[in-house]
């Protein structure tokens, strides 16, 4: 048989989230060793990946547009180039001000470019399997704490923070700019797994769609569920230090999340295609919420891993169902400029949770009330996500029964 190159997409979205997803993230481990090494406080330097989350909700509603127009090559080689650019300029910054501004609106631009542009054009090259392809993409994404964390630990041992950050930006460059010459844009028209352009098209516009109750539903939904795991994600290894761990083993804490997250996305996936992707969406935040609020009661090493197996598997096996969704409601020679939208609104929530994490730690010396407040947020998601309307193709299947 032929490869179908929607697998060589997938793989290749893969690992171009992995790489800029983990960058993003990797400030994560930054956090401590650059509040040592330049006084500045951890709820400023938390600011900074707000701010990245904000870039790279609005950066990825244009990148979604440009994607839909131009196609999804010329955005991810945009992305890789700034990617790279954002992280060595913002390695030699003297200020926590040029910091923000360089890391927040430069590394999450390019972010955006590289998120929901993949995301959306891997769901326009399958029919069947759709829900597996999305997750094996952002699976790429769950490697990245078991890769680009450790190495940014590493480096800091090794050398200073501005080093590591100067050495990550560089590979971002060697890794992403060639990988991204391997994406392109599904067929028009196509034999099995591939979705044909005007597929479920009922000549929806762009307005319609970001007004209809879909959208609305699915974007508060992702809204909610990112402003309730992004503190929890980012917080967790300055918690874990904070509870007496070594930094490095707090590290691996991070690495087992990603790792679950692994296995999460396959499970979901695959439970998405078999169960449907709402119902299995709905389980997943309401794991997600109890697996975030179990944090407030961890201190040790052990408890940790355990907690971050269920809630890595949680998120990760969550956030690939959104795109699916979408793609149900939406036609696809719109689906990069709809999804793209969602991303920016669900990029809100992601920006509360690092920073009011830095700003609970730096009032009250702990960060309990983050976990409690995720936990009530979490159960918020699971709320709304029931409110989904149903999908096109069985309110039309429903319409032909007989009465």
Known sequence: ??????????????????????????????????????????????????????????????????????????????GAVLLGLGLVLASRTTSLLQFQLVYGLIVGVAAG???????????????????????LVSAGMGVAPMTISPFASWLISSYDWRTAQLVIGIAAWVILIPTAFLVRRAPVAGGPGMAAAASGDNGMTVGMALRSPQFIILSATFFACCAMHSGPIFHTVSYAIACGLAPLAAVTIYSVE????????????????????????????????????????????????AVAVVFGAAYGGVMPL???????????????TVFGAAAMISSLGMALGPALGGWIFDHFGTYGWLYVGSFAVGLGATAIALFFPPFPSRQRATTAQPA
Do not use: N
Not at 118 to 129: E, L, Q, R, S, Y
């Open 258 to 305: 990603g790792l679950a997250g692994l296995g999460g996305r396959l499970i979901f996936g695959l439970a998405g295609d078999r169960f449907g992707a709402k119902p299995t969406l709905v389980v997943g935040l309401l794991i997600q919420a109890f697996a975030a609020g179990a944090y407030f009661y961890t201190s040790h090493l052990g408890e940790f891993y």
């Open 1 to 78: 048989m032929k490869l179908h190159y929607g697998w060589v997409v997938v793989a290749a979205g893969a690992l171009m989230g992995c790489v800029a997803i983990g960058c993003l993230f990797s400030l994560a481990v930054f956090l401590q060793p650059m509040t040592e090494a330049t006084g500045w406080s951890r709820t400023g330097i938390s600011t900074a990946m707000t701010i990245d989350f904000l870039a790279m909700g609005v950066a990825a509603f244009g990148w979604g547009a440009l994607t839909d127009r131009f196609g999804p090559r010329i955005v991810v080689l945009s």
């Open 322 to 336: 959104y795109a699916v969704i979408a793609r149900e409601y939406f036609p696809m020679r719109i689906m990069g």
């Open 113 to 135: 470019a590289i998120f929901a542009p993949t995301i959306a054009t891997v769901t326009g090259w399958f029919d069947t399997h759709r829900s597996l392809a999305v997750s």
